[in-house]
């Protein structure tokens, strides 16, 4: 009787993060069709506001529950629900409230937070492998597949356009978040697959960072990857493979541009340049801005989406262009030291997982090349949206890491593995 109240327990529990990931990817596809238009406004704005509300809620409820039931608080618990408390009182405080900006402070400054940490508490402590890993891995491989069919039309429109329509292509760091899944949960052929197909739209777009982050991604998942043998032959091996890959991939992607003209490496040349984005405009202005506030201001900051209402770079209601610049203004001094801690907490743990070879590290690597330029030149933190697949991602990677540190009674999440987790049954 005791072990099927538990089941049953264990079941709505994953159905309640199994809803989440199908609300993400839904919130995905609305916004990837959302941004072939120049600005968001009817039906698609409705049902990506509606599903911030239901990630909202979903989520605090299944934490709520959590906390009363298991009453166990780590760092990352804590530190969430203290933060969104400051940025709520801060916010309330200090800003003229407005239907607006209270949709906006629960869609964009609630989502991505309450989501990651219901991952992390179920992956920590609740997750049960099989059979969840298969349904998982389905939805992942169809969500993704749906995304990059979305995207077509999108890089279409840019293209016709001639860049003019940049907003079309935004979505694309959707398709980027989305491949570490498909590198934990399937095969190795469907990864590489999906991985040739948005590395193919990303170098059609011209997008500068999107290039970067993929690039670099690679580059460090494969490294890691390499980490995961234990004979410094068998690292030997895969570090001469795969430097041998890259450059032929170099070769032909030298004679692709030069080919049919593409202008990527051009414009990656100068992805800091103001003829694109103009972001180091919009640096100048809200640093200038910052220094320009009271001490407490600075301290404590201006409350959320501050930038986009009291700064307007580039004469816009638009954001700094560079989350750091972004909390530091909006959440003053306090807020960045405290999203700054919280990175490095999630980066010891990341490096703890290199360290100690385990399978799930080449994902976190990867991934931590769109973590650290999309946040450093672009749209990140302020909104809950390519930052939403990331945070699932560093969340259940740390929460499954920490599980089995932990030696919990629960099923570990996949096969322990000697050599190279990844590479078995593949």
Same mark, same amino acid.
Request: hydrophobic share 55%.
């Given at each position: 009787? *005791?072990?099927?109240?538990?089941?049953?327990?264990?079941?709505? !529990?994953?159905? +309640?993060?199994?809803?989440?990931?199908?609300?993400?990817?839904?919130?995905?596809?609305?916004?990837?069709?959302?941004?072939? %238009?120049?600005?968001?406004?009817?039906?698609?704005?409705?049902?990506?506001?509606?599903?911030?509300?239901?990630?909202?809620?979903?989520?605090?409820?299944?934490? +709520?529950?959590?906390?009363?039931?298991?009453?166990?608080?780590?760092?990352?618990?804590?530190?969430?629900?203290?933060?969104?408390?400051?940025?709520?009182?801060?916010?309330?405080?200090?800003?003229?409230?407005?239907?607006?900006?209270?949709?906006?402070?629960?869609?964009?400054?609630? &989502?991505?937070?309450?989501?990651?940490?219901?991952?992390?508490?179920?992956?920590?402590?609740?997750?049960?492998?099989?059979?969840?890993?298969?349904?998982?891995?389905?939805?992942?491989?169809?969500?993704?597949?749906?995304?990059?069919?979305?995207?077509?039309?999108?890089?279409?429109?840019?293209?016709?356009?001639?860049?003019?329509?940049? *907003?079309?292509?935004?979505?694309?760091?959707?398709?980027?978040?989305?491949?570490?899944?498909?590198?934990?949960?399937?095969?190795?052929?469907?990864?590489?697959?999906?991985?040739?197909?948005?590395?193919?739209?990303?170098?059609?777009?011209?997008?500068? +960072?999107?290039?970067?982050?993929?690039?670099?991604?690679?580059?460090? %998942?494969?490294?890691?990857?390499?980490?995961?043998?234990?004979?410094?032959?068998?690292?030997?091996?895969?570090?001469?493979?795969?430097?041998?890959?890259? &450059?032929?991939?170099?070769?032909?992607?030298?004679?692709?541009? !030069?080919?049919?003209?593409?202008?990527?490496?051009?414009?990656?040349?100068?992805?800091?340049?103001?003829?694109?984005?103009? *972001?180091?405009?919009?640096?100048? %202005?809200?640093?200038?801005?910052?220094? +320009?506030?009271?001490?407490?201001?600075?301290?404590?900051?201006?409350?959320?989406?501050?930038?986009?209402?009291?700064?307007?770079?580039?004469?816009?209601?638009?954001?700094?262009?560079?989350?750091?610049?972004?909390?530091?203004?909006?959440?003053?001094?306090?807020?960045?030291?405290?999203?700054?801690?919280?990175?490095?907490?999630?980066? &010891?743990?990341?490096?703890?997982?290199?360290?100690?070879?385990?399978?799930?590290?080449?994902?976190?690597?990867?991934?931590?090349?769109?973590?650290?330029?999309?946040?450093?030149?672009?749209?990140?933190?302020?909104?809950?949206?390519?930052?939403?697949?990331?945070?699932?991602?560093?969340?259940?990677?740390?929460?499954?890491? %920490? !599980?089995?540190?932990?030696?919990?009674?629960?099923?570990?999440?996949?096969?322990?593995?000697?050599?190279?987790?990844?590479?078995? !049954?593949?």
């Amino acid at each position: 009787m *005791r072990l099927t109240i538990t089941l049953k327990k264990s079941r709505i !529990n994953y159905y +309640a993060i199994f809803t989440l990931l199908v609300l993400t990817f839904i919130a995905a596809a609305v916004h990837i069709i959302d941004c072939r %238009q120049a600005y968001s406004a009817g039906i698609p704005k409705l049902v990506t506001n509606a599903v911030g509300y239901a990630m909202v809620a979903l989520s605090f409820i299944y934490i +709520a529950v959590f906390l009363l039931k298991k009453g166990s608080v780590t760092f990352l618990t804590a530190s969430t629900i203290l933060y969104l408390i400051y940025e709520t009182l801060l916010t309330l405080c200090l800003r003229s409230l407005s239907y607006s900006l209270v949709r906006s402070l629960i869609t964009d400054g609630y &989502v991505w937070p309450l989501t990651m940490l219901a991952f992390y508490l179920y992956f920590r402590y609740e997750y049960q492998g099989e059979p969840a890993r298969k349904t998982l891995k389905a939805l992942l491989v169809i969500g993704t597949a749906v995304a990059v069919v979305l995207m077509i039309p999108n890089l279409r429109r840019h293209l016709i356009d001639y860049g003019y329509l940049g *907003r079309a292509i935004g979505p694309l760091y959707y398709l980027v978040a989305f491949l570490p899944f498909l590198y934990v949960f399937c095969k190795r052929k469907t990864y590489y697959l999906f991985m040739i197909a948005i590395f193919a739209i990303v170098l059609i777009s011209t997008k500068r +960072a999107a290039l970067l982050v993929v690039v670099l991604g690679f580059v460090l %998942q494969e490294l890691a990857r390499a980490q995961l043998a234990h004979r410094m032959s068998q690292r030997v091996k895969r570090y001469l493979a795969f430097f041998g890959a890259a &450059v032929l991939i170099a070769l032909v992607g030298f004679w692709y541009f !030069n080919r049919f003209g593409i202008a990527t490496i051009s414009r990656l040349m100068n992805v800091l340049d103001d003829g694109g984005s103009g *972001r180091t405009v919009a640096w100048g %202005q809200v640093i200038r801005a910052f220094r +320009a506030s009271s001490l407490s201001k600075r301290i404590f900051g201006h409350g959320f989406h501050a930038v986009p209402s009291q700064v307007m770079p580039l004469g816009r209601g638009i954001y700094a262009h560079c989350s750091y610049l972004e909390v530091l203004y909006d959440m003053g001094i306090f807020g960045l030291v405290w999203l700054l801690v919280n990175l490095v907490y999630i980066f &010891v743990q990341f490096f703890k997982m290199v360290k100690a070879r385990h399978y799930l590290a080449p994902a976190l690597a990867f991934s931590s090349s769109l973590l650290v330029i999309l946040s450093a030149i672009g749209y990140f933190y302020e909104q809950s949206t390519t930052i939403v697949p990331v945070v699932i991602l560093w969340s259940m990677c740390v929460g499954l890491f %920490q !599980n089995r540190n932990l030696q919990t009674d629960l099923q570990e999440a996949l096969p322990a593995r000697s050599t190279d987790a990844m590479d078995v !049954n593949r």
